[in-house]
């Protein structure tokens, strides 16, 4: 945290100086024309901090390394992205079907390291005590959670701070339940655990991140462009899959699900019935619309955030640490 607030302003006035500025879409609220130009790509200072920080004190267990290449990985096909926005100057950046095909070869990894940690094949949903047994459709599910978490979470980059500080949340709810876990395993103060490595990849990631959001909190002076945004994405799904607690993805990540799901209802009711359920998708542009404050509606995204986030914690405490296989 505090080297990514150090060095901070040495980095924007790199993008400055290079000229990675942001390009506005023509369609977005009147209020975003004046970010036009703002450095992006600042996710790069997410991953370098974040990457650096782990690297020092970690002892490189497969799951945390794995969270790391699939953090990086994620943040590699944003920083894509980003760099085909900027050179060619417009909004749209890399092709979904690529985006997709590089998505999937991080899962087969992903799945090669699933394997060698002989994590169970099935999803276990609390409560009623579900342990669904997948088989091969496992693997589709882990390209699932990736690519949704990573997409969700870059939709839900539209405002200053709000990608930043959902992430925070999120990246703090699973971090506590490495803590959790590895506590109680019965094993603290012998043998160094995986699941303690997972609370340091997690919490190097966290100390990055609020380092990052010191300069994206409103007005912004950097964006964290795709590459932050699909980074975090990216260590959220794997960190679900490494805690074996995919299921409650759905709330700890609950906030980037509403705003992909906005989107889908969106172009559902457009393109068959001709009409727009929200005033603009992604739906925090829906209460932009309405004329919120960017401000006000960060905040109260974090504070739903917190709240699925707590739900999704209170779910595991009563439930994954005994029912867990």
Known sequence: MIVSIVVGPKFIAFLRRNEFGQH???????????????????GLLILVVATGAFLAVSKYKVPALTVLFVTLGCGAIGFLDDFIKLTHRRSLGLRGRWKMLLLALITVGVG??????????????PIVHWNVELSWGWYVL???????????????????GLAAGTGIIALITFTAIS????????????????????????????????????????PAEVIMGDTGAMAIGGALA?????????FLLLFIGGIFAIE?????????????YGRRVFLMAPIHYHFEM???????????????????????FALFYRDFTFFRH
């Open 260 to 272: 992909a799901l906005s989107v889908i209802v969106q172009v559902i009711g457009f393109k068959y």
């Open 238 to 246: 794997a960190m679900a899959i490494f805690t074996q607690t995919i």
């Open 112 to 125: 090669f390291a699933a394997q060698h940690q002989r994590l169970p094949t099935n999803v276990f949903i």
């Open 290 to 312: 309405k004329a919120w404050s960017e401000t006000k509606i960060m905040v109260r995204f974090w504070i739903v955030t917190a709240i699925l986030c707590a739900i999704g």
């Open 142 to 160: 882990l390209f699932l959670v990736i690519a949704g978490t990573a997409n969700g979470v870059n939709l839900a980059d539209g405002l200053d």
């Open 24 to 42: 506005i879409r023509e369609e977005l609220p009147e209020g975003h024309r004046v970010k036009q130009g703002t450095p992006t790509m600042g």
């Open 179 to 218: 803590v959790v876990t590895y506590i109680r395993s019965g094993n603290p103060g012998g043998r160094f655990d995986s699941r303690l490595d997972l609370a340091i990849v997690g919490a190097a990631l966290i100390g990055a991140t609020i380092g990052f959001l010191w300069y994206n909190a409103f």
